[in-house]
């Protein structure tokens, strides 16, 4: 980040690490939130999305990219280079 957007200034953010505390409540803290502490990232393949409504497009290679359709309350930000499409 170039700049703060608390204090305005420019270039004053500094790196710091975070040194992992062995307390169980200092784990309990972090792991607000989750049911349980142990998550952990998934494959996609193994991602079970058939409960999830989706509403198709009509534009057939739009609703493959997004997994046969729009999923409700998602939001889909459509970038690109100017003149590829993107309005039509």
Known sequence: MGKCPECN???SFVEETIH???SSSA??????????GKE???????IDNSQEQRVETGIGE????LGAGITKGSIILVG?????????
């Open 27 to 36: 784990k309990g803290a972090r792991n607000m939130g989750h049911k349980s």
């Open 9 to 11: 200034n420019w270039s």
């Open 40 to 46: 952990h990232p998934k494959k996609l393949s193994e």
């Open 80 to 88: 690109g280079d100017p003149g590829i499409g993107k309005s039509t």
């Open 20 to 22: 992992e505390e062995s």
């Open 62 to 65: 739009f609703d493959r990219v």
